[in-house]
């Protein structure tokens, strides 16, 4: 209750925060936040060493020893090297990457062309999305990386596993990514296109210069999603021999009988997905704050 | 020599006609307005005109060609029949200037510089040379429509579509577009403008056409239509729109 | 792989008595009577009144037959029917399960007493399990298909040219990498099958596998329709003292039991029979040094 028989207007601390809040606003609230992540870090990690299995669990996943001998290698006692592996995986995914983005664009495009000319293209580009998002990822490498050997076409069939691997994460995700811009291509309103058009801008013209480009920006982040999804992937080609970084691991973790290596491959994908991710992100905000800001 | 000639244009969506024996002639450097309730016809008439749509019978023509030819090619047609919508429709992942210069460069195909020193002296025009490098979304309603206007003159068409280009807009920024466009009737453009301004289309129109349910049911002088009207259902229509 | 450390004395004398190496695993209990193993041993089992065996599926031959350890037949199969007549538990009582090889040397409790598997004693997966002692002394070979290079071709220098492949958690892979070190890395499969199917498929020029298994490829498995073998054995290389272990959950007190079992087996020449009987037809296999 105030007293405004002073006369000097209603109290101004009606308008404050309540007291516990204003502990959580300004550099104050900085603190708070760094001190309850730590907290429920804590109370996490805490979990992982009061259990019954943990220190078990510390030996076989966590030992520092074995995570360092899994990612060097260890020549003399016939252990790959998960770092190396990993340059495997880095150059499957960069290499399917590119192709995905080539080829799932046309399929796409394929896919919402109206011209009776495309007509059968438009019909294998439907059925090739069908198919080849319905077949597990797994078996599709299955099928290239021990089918196409077993055709003896010459080359197409003394390829490596990992192009064969290759070759199968880009026909299952230009699949997934033709879908992906296709939704891209739908969410343009139709004045775009009738603009573009009513200016004398071919179908061509106006898809590459006015839908493709705004269909593109809208699904950079589901795009970067399926990304990071096919980067994991590719340790699947590991089924075709391939040496990749989990294979690597699963040899250490088959020979030494400790599962550290995986914690090894694991962080090593982290390290490389992560990055992703946040650049991502990065060109969202950028591209919408140079809209929105107007610079040249 | 007609600019623009509709003739006897039927269309139907389904079975619902929306144009029924739609004939109009357009000479060059007069303007013609065309009014009437929403939904009577007048986007769709603009764009049959421009072969957005295609129509069920009639026939259109430019220049008294008739561009029911088989061998006309629609792309070449839009590029002489310029269209501005009531939504702008501007490319927003274009700046103001990539705007104005899409249509030169790649359905004209002409040299960058060049198309860009004509494209800067019209935004000058319109006063927002300063605004080229600017992305649509930083601009105001009216000078987003202006640009719009604009990138349609780029093209240097025989002939400019208006639809319905002020309703979209805060009714502040209507003026501005009006003053766009008488300047650009004083200067001698040829336009074919569908509108709920009758002020405006007293003013600047050489033609008035009054069309309902798809049928032109009166035309004439501004002064004609709007003083006189001889029809029952255009003196109701303009009663309605006071 | 590390070589496996011997207790030299104990691999001498049994060298010398059965002609199979032994070892004694570090850390291994002090061998019980097998008279009071008899009783001991039930308070021991994973499921009361059972000796819970795993192996993997499949379970290949020789060391199995027809993929069904419970029938007896194949050495791995009748070694364990042995141990469990030697520690008093009857045929009957004997039941089998299915362990993946990955799996087995998971942390946590196992869903078995013992997993026979093919599976070399080492001492760094000594550290995450317990072994028995040697059940069987391995020696690796090289299978390769008809008509390869690789039959005619190898000596050490050429041996390192050849693409191998093999399937992963093999001491056969591990003896490519630390003995053959060749110069292509080996391509690695999850299952033999798919290394089979690499090496029919010209994938892989060889495999590298223990001597049993790969006699029984190359004579029975890589066949065309009317049997004809298709695969052939190009030799096995000198022993590196490796052996195979019965897989226990680290620290399992039944492996003394079982070790004496074992000892037992190996003295009244059990282990002998069923080598020969099981394994025995492959003897002519020549000599190749990696």
Known sequence: ?296 | MSVLELRHVEKRFGEHPVLRDVSLTLEAHRVACLIGASGSGKSTLLRCANLLESIDAGDVLLHGQSLGDPRVDPNLVRREIAMVFQSFNLFPHLSVLDNVLLGPRYALGRDRAEAESEARTLLARIGLESRAGDYPDRLSGGQQQRVAIVRSLAMRPSVLLLDEVTSALDPTLVGEVLDLLRDLATAGTTMLIATHEMAFAREVASEVLFLEEGVIVERGTPAQIFDDPQEPATRAFLRRSE | MRLTRLTLSAALVGAALTGVVAATPSGATSTPSLASCKTSIQKQEHQKGYLTVATDSPAYTPWFVNNKPSNGQGYESAVAYAIAGALGISKSHVKWVVEPFDASYAPGPKPFDFDINEISYTADRAKAVSFSTSYYDVQQSIVAMKGSKIVTAHSPAQLRTYQYGDQIGTTGLAFINSYIKPTKPARVYNTLDEAVAALQEHLIDALVIDTPTGQYMASAQIVDKKNKPLAVQVGQFPSVGEHYGLLFQKGNPMVGCVDAAIAQLRHNGTLGRLTKKWLGIYTSVPLIKP
């Open chain 1, 1 to 296: 209750m105030t007293d405004s028989s002073e006369g000097t207007g209603p109290d101004p601390a009606r308008l404050y925060l309540p007291r516990r809040k204003v502990a959580f606003a300004g550099r104050r609230g900085t603190a708070v936040s760094a001190i309850s992540s730590v907290a429920v870090i804590a109370l996490l990690v805490s979990v992982f060493f009061w259990a019954p299995g943990g220190a078990n669990v510390r030996a076989t996943f966590f030992s520092f020893h074995d995570m360092w001998v899994a990612f060097r290698g260890d020549p003399s006692k016939g252990l790959l090297s998960v770092g190396s592996g990993l340059i495997t995986n880095i150059w499957m995914f960069l290499l399917s990457e590119v192709l995905v983005l080539a080829i799932g664009l046309l399929i796409a495009v394929a896919r919402v062309s109206r011209s009776p000319v495309l007509a059968p293209f438009r019909v294998l580009a439907t059925l090739y999305t069908d198919v080849f998002r319905g077949i597990p990822i797994l078996l599709v490498v299955y099928i290239i990386g021990f089918g196409l050997p077993a055709l003896s076409l010459g080359a197409i069939s003394s390829q490596s596993p990992a192009v064969y691997g290759v070759t199968a994460l880009t026909i299952s995700y230009s699949a997934y990514v033709a879908e992906v811009y296709r939704a891209g291509i739908n969410s343009v309103p139709h004045g775009q296109i009738l603009a573009a058009r009513s200016l004398g801008l071919t179908y061509a013209a106006t898809m590459r210069r006015v839908v493709l480009p705004q269909a593109v920006r809208t699904v950079i982040p589901p795009l970067l999603n399926d990304f990071i999804s096919m980067q994991k992937d590719t340790a699947l080609v590991s089924t075709l021999g391939a040496i990749e970084a989990t294979r690597a691991a699963q040899i250490y973790s088959s020979t030494v009988f400790n599962f550290s290596s995986y914690v090894v491959a694991a962080l090593l994908f982290l390290v490389l997905t992560v990055p992703l991710t946040r650049y991502t992100d990065h060109l969202i905000a950028r591209d919408r704050s140079r809209r929105l800001a107007g610079a040249s």
